[in-house]
């Protein structure tokens, strides 16, 4: 793949390892942070050039890419006359990788297109280490045109990229996402807790059934650090709470039900209670232990 010209909005602990992906990769990479200081330190470390705002990072950009927090953070770093919309050329697309409401990104998508910009509703699964690997799941919403030129940059930092349908079909399936990991954590913190009530090995149990029906992701890489009382690895409890939030106004809005989602949800208010704000999700078993 030829160079292009890139940009990157929003370099935490997803956005910083992802840029630096397409920065070794050989792409010219533009960068903001609303805080200037990662910029700098992530320029120092990648190279490429960091500009005040979005508007100015995006300037020339054949596509702008964007990892912040929530919904008015996107608006924020796009709208506006400091937005990246505004430094945008036409033709270019937007990629936005946070994890946002559907409504936000098919809002988007219409106010791009209406600037003949291209955009795609982008979000990631895979965590901080996945982006440090270059592993992540990329689910997108948005035209096939805008996906079929964004979609081979994107593989420098993930391992599936899929287009999932219309604007607004990437946020939606990463509701998905979170609904599914809910119960699973839940289901597994249950069964570490029900091992170590019932006098056995947890360790031990879990190195057995993780060879058969109940094997998972969560079971494989978070149930040893559940067992040893660590909770220091991947997704904190305060994402995932704004990630819930955003899955039970949609089911709202769509009539979905549920009800597990929902009452796991109360589970991860009860962790921040206890003051596990920053605790990553296997934390819901410190519940359990109480």
């Known amino acids: 793949m030829s160079a292009r010209k890139l940009a990157f909005i929003g370099l935490g602990v997803m956005g910083g390892p992802m840029a630096g992906h397409l920065a070794r990769a050989g792409h010219d990479v533009t960068v903001y942070n609303r805080t200037a200081a990662p910029a700098a330190a992530w320029t120092d470390r990648y190279g490429g ?41 036409p033709g270019a697309i937007f990629v936005d990788h946070t994890t946002a409401s559907a409504d936000v990104a098919r809002a988007l998508f219409q106010e791009a297109a209406g600037l003949g910009l291209g955009f795609l509703d982008a979000p990631v699964s895979g965590g901080q280490a996945g982006a440090g690997k270059g592993a992540l799941t990329v689910m997108v919403g948005g035209d096939e045109e805008a996906f079929a030129n964004a979609e081979p940059v994107m593989r420098h930092f993930a391992k599936a990229v899929t287009l999932m349908g219309p604007s607004g079909s990437g946020q939606l399936t990463k509701m998905v996402n979170q609904i599914c990991i809910a119960g699973l954590v839940q289901a597994l913190s249950e069964g570490i807790a029900f091992a170590q009530h019932a006098g056995l090995n947890a360790a031990k149990v879990i190195e057995v059934i993780s060879k058969g029906a109940a094997q998972s992701w969560q079971m494989e890489n978070r149930a040893p650090t559940m067992i040893e009382g660590r909770f220091d690895f991947g997704f904190a409890v305060d994402w995932m709470r704004k990630d819930l939030a955003i899955v039970m106004d949609e089911a709202r809005r769509n009539r979905a039900r549920v009800p597990v989602t929902a009452l796991v949800d109360q589970f991860y208010a009860a962790v921040q209670a206890k003051g596990g704000n920053r605790w990553d999700t296997s934390s819901l078993v410190t519940l359990l232990r109480d």
């Open 49 to 89: 050039t960091a500009r005040p705002t979005p508007r100015a990072a995006a300037e020339g950009a054949d596509i702008v890419f964007a990892c912040v927090g929530n919904d008015d953070d996107l608006r924020a770093v796009t709208l506006g006359a400091e937005g990246a919309f505004a430094g945008m050329r």
